[in-house]
C-alpha cells in the first residue's frame, strides 16, 4: 500500500494550528488537537491521518514554541525539528507556515527593528524551510482580530523587513508558480473561515 504524501503545518504555539487542522479534515471532531508534539525535551512527530482525507498532515512546533523552556532546551527542540526535515522533506507536498497577525508587529519590532542583530522567528523559519525546496503557504492567521488598516499596515511591514533577508513574499491572487524565488501568502481565519476555500484549493493543486 502507498504511503499517503504529507501537508507540513508549522508555526509557534497560540497560531492556530490545531483549528487550521481540524478545518481541513474531513471528520473534525474525531481530531483531539495537539499531537504533533508534547511539552518534554523530545519532539514527538506523528502524522495525524483519515481514511477520508487524502493526504497526512504533520504538525511541528516553531522554533519559539515552548515559551517557559531554557535556551538549551529550545536549542534541542530545533535540532529535533532540522533532523527530521533533512531526512523527510521529500515526503512533503507542501507546507503551511502559520503566523499570528496579531503578535508579529511586536516581533519585528523587537527583534529586527530595534536590535539589528537578532532575527525574527518566523523570520528564520520561513528561511530555513525554503532552503528544503518544499513548495510553502505563509498564512496570516487571524485577521478577523484587527481592522482593514492594520492588516495591511503589518502585513507590508512583515513583507518589506524580511526583504532584508532575500525572501520574496508576494499575496497568492499575484503568484506566479514559475518564479521561483517567491513565497505566497494568504490572509487568513481560522475562526471566520475566511480564506478556507481558496487554502484547500491551493492544497489540492499541489497534491495533484
Known sequence: MKQKPSLLIIGNSNVGKSSITRLLMPNPRKFKGKIGKTPGSTLLIKPITQSALPYNIVDLPGFGYISQSSRRRGEHIKKQIVVHL????EDYF???IIINIL???DEIKKYFIQNKRTIPLSFELIQFLSEFKIPLLILF???DKISNLDKEKIITLFIQSIKEYGLNLVNLNDFNNEKKSEIPYLEFSALKKINLSKL????QEYLN
Open 86 to 89: 533533512e531526512k523527510h522533506y
Open 94 to 96: 507542501f507546507g503551511l
Open 103 to 105: 503578535r508579529i508587529e
Open 141 to 143: 492567521n487571524k485577521i
Open 200 to 203: 484547500k484549493q491551493i492544497i
